[in-house]
């Protein structure tokens, strides 16, 4: 198994990915760490799972434990009205459109938003790269965009009434909000003293500081003939907050002890992070009939497009995407994922008791030859008998 996925990684970086790194892992430990290519284009620093790469989106996992263990300590309630924990919502409203002057149409939110839809999506939040809508609003308020860090970046409308829908969006760096607000600490503290510390991922953190930005991967972007090239990349130097939905950098070996630590309902090496009812509250789908995880793009160089598997559905949990059958490349009905938009990607299967982490650094999402190089790790890693029936 481990020498087909070191051939996949070996022929997906010499043509089309810089570099790539894979981790596979179950509950008893690490099944293999294999990597390849370089951390930057034509560099000479090679890539290896102690890279540095920005986590993006896979920071809104992390950033959802934090929260059920406020939820366990009785701090955070999953149904009542957020607003006596964030006073700035608690009165939303709903963008419906422009009118004929190119203002804003809104009207108050028909009920109030909860914590229960900041961890599920359907909090009536959108991304400006995936809603049209909110991507005006922006540009005709001038507003800044949330990747600035600046706090005013927040203070958006919301798409629809809570509950009434899944859409990608704000909600996990409202829910870092709410974690703040809850615990009295500063986000990044919280992690570092409540998850990332206690299961030993010494280089997961927001932002970067000097020792993760000695191993940082470099991000990369095709143009317009298709070839790679290193682009200009670094978070905020000082944000006005931590971003829950995207602001960890960390390194796919840190990032497999995390899934592990889920895996194994709450636990690593001896240390638990949540109770075992609590990660299987998680793993179930908490939006009913709602369909989750198709995110389409009005800004291409953000995400290109990818749609599910025929005849597969997704629900999504607290903080995770849950295919509801089993998907062809042999992960099992109710595993868990999500993914970054630098093409960062991980699964957890508890039912074949596997994990699976792959990281490289590619913009836009979907990338080709990034998505096709996860596919096929996830295949391998199926094929060569990792899993557990």
Same mark, same amino acid.
């Given at each position: 198994?481990? !020498? ?122 959108? #991304? ?8 005006? #609003? ?64 010494? =280089? ?5 500081? !000097? ?13 317009? =003939? ?22 960890? #950098? ?94 960062? #990607? ?44």
């Amino acid at each position: 198994m481990s !020498a087909g996925i070191a051939a996949l990684l070996r022929q997906a970086t010499a043509g089309g990915v810089p570099g790539a790194v894979f981790l596979l892992g179950n509950a008893e430990g690490v099944i293999t760490e294999l990597a390849a290519g370089q951390r930057a284009q034509g560099g000479a620093a090679a890539m290896t799972p102690d890279t540095v790469f920005w986590l993006a989106s896979m920071t809104k996992p992390i950033v959802s434990v934090a929260a059920m263990q406020l939820v366990e300590s009785g701090k955070l309630t999953l149904d009542a009205p957020i607003a006596p924990v964030l006073p700035a919502l608690a009165a939303p409203e709903v963008l419906e459109g422009f009118d004929a002057a190119g203002r804003p149409r809104l009207r108050p939110a028909a009920r109030p938003i909860t914590l229960r839809h900041l961890l599920t999506h359907t909090s009536g939040f959108a #991304y400006d790269f995936g809603n049209a809508d909110i991507l005006r #609003y922006i540009r005709d308020k001038n507003l800044p965009r949330v990747a600035s860090g600046q706090r005013a970046a927040l203070d958006l409308p919301l798409v629809f009434d809570p509950g009434e829908r899944w859409e990608y969006g704000i909600s996990t760096d409202w829910l870092g909000r709410a974690v703040e607000a809850a615990s009295g600490e500063r986000l990044d503290a919280y992690i570092a003293k409540n998850i990332t510390g206690p299961l030993g991922m010494a =280089d997961t953190g927001f932002g970067l500081d !000097a020792g993760r930005a000695a191993r940082v991967a470099a991000m990369h972007m095709r143009g317009p =003939d298709g070839a790679l090239g290193v682009i200009p990349f670094a978070p905020p130097p000082a944000p006005e907050f931590h971003a829950g939905g995207h602001g960890l #950098y960390a390194t796919p070996r840190d990032y497999l002890r995390f899934t592990r630590a889920l895996l194994r309902g709450g636990e690593l090496d001896g240390v638990r992070i949540l109770k075992a009812e609590t990660v299987a509250r998680m793993g179930e789908n908490q939006i009913g009939d709602l369909r989750a995880g198709i995110v389409r793009s009005v800004i291409p160089e953000m995400a290109l497009d990818i749609l599910p598997p025929p005849g597969i559905d997704f629900g999504w949990g607290f903080g995770f995407l849950i295919n509801r059958q089993p998907l062809p490349t042999g992960r099992g009905a109710g595993s868990l994922s999500w993914s970054g938009v630098a093409n960062t #990607y991980f699964w957890i299967d508890p039912g074949q008791d596997l994990t699976g982490v792959m990281m490289t650094q590619i913009m836009p999402f979907g990338d080709p030859a990034a998505f096709n190089l996860a596919l096929g790790c996830e295949i391998a890693a199926y094929q060569g008998g990792a899993a557990r029936a």
